[in-house]
């Protein structure tokens, strides 16, 4: 059993021991073996080790630290686009992406990851392997792996879309668009 609260001294934090010993005692799918000790009908003696995990479970927006991104190549001021990472949990990677009005990122590969956006607030032009559609304020979309993308604020107001990204260990496949969806 897990709570959420004030562990370690940190808000936010989630602390938990894993398992519970007079249960698992009881369970030999659970427990483990400490080796040839048996006990009174005959079995192995188990012994079960908890063992706490702390997490953090909230990134406050106050505290994001974000990075200028944006390329003059591309024609944007680097302050223009910024990036802020919330969470990075293994294969996983949860951020912001903020956009200043008439700005766009630069086209981009996403390779073995997969990109998913929910818009925040404003409105972004996006461009999806060639295919171009707008997301407002409330809208999601993704990237599948090995997708060529380019992102762009056509607007006076920042666009900011929150992004989780995760990595794929193995080949990825494609699914055909529908000719009857909105991207085609």
Same mark, same amino acid.
């Given at each position: !059993?897990?709570? *959420?609260?004030?562990?370690?001294?940190?808000?936010?934090?989630?602390? $938990? !021991? *894993?398992?519970? !010993?007079?249960?698992?005692?009881?369970?030999?799918?659970?427990?483990?073996?400490?080796?040839?000790? =048996?006990?009174?009908?005959?079995? %192995?003696? =188990?012994? /079960?080790?908890?063992?706490?995990?702390? /997490?953090?479970?909230?990134?406050? @927006?106050? =505290? @994001?630290?974000? %990075?200028?991104?944006?390329?003059?190549?591309? $024609?944007?001021?680097?302050?223009?686009?910024? @990036? #802020?990472? #919330?969470?990075?949990?293994?294969?996983? *990677? &949860?951020?912001?992406?903020?956009?200043?009005?008439?700005?766009?990122?630069?086209?981009? =590969?996403?390779?073995?990851?997969?990109?998913? +956006? /929910?818009?925040?607030? $404003? #409105?972004?032009?996006?461009?999806?392997?060639? &295919?171009?559609?707008?997301?407002?304020?409330?809208?999601? +979309?993704?990237?599948? !792996?090995?997708?060529? @993308?380019?992102?762009?604020?056509?607007?006076?107001?920042?666009?900011?879309?929150?992004? *989780? &990204?995760?990595?794929?260990? &193995?080949?990825?496949?494609?699914?055909?668009?529908?000719?009857?969806?909105?991207? #085609?």
């Amino acid at each position: !059993a897990g709570s *959420l609260g004030d562990a370690a001294g940190s808000p936010g934090v989630a602390a $938990g !021991a *894993l398992g519970d !010993a007079d249960e698992d005692m009881k369970d030999p799918q659970i427990a483990s073996s400490s080796g040839d000790d =048996k006990d009174d009908t005959g079995t %192995k003696d =188990k012994k /079960i080790v908890k063992r706490e995990m702390v /997490i953090e479970c909230i990134a406050p @927006y106050e =505290k @994001y630290k974000w %990075k200028n991104i944006g390329d003059m190549k591309d $024609g944007v001021r680097s302050d223009n686009i910024q @990036y #802020a990472t #919330a969470f990075s949990p293994p294969y996983h *990677l &949860q951020s912001i992406l903020r956009m200043q009005g008439h700005s766009k990122k630069g086209s981009s =590969k996403t390779t073995n990851n997969t990109m998913i +956006f /929910i818009v925040l607030q $404003g #409105a972004v032009t996006v461009t999806l392997n060639g &295919q171009l559609f707008t997301a407002k304020k409330g809208d999601s +979309f993704f990237f599948p !792996a090995q997708s060529t @993308y380019d992102l762009s604020n056509e607007w006076d107001e920042t666009v900011e879309m929150s992004l *989780l &990204q995760f990595h794929y260990q &193995q080949e990825m496949c494609c699914v055909p668009v529908d000719p009857d969806s909105t991207l #085609a």
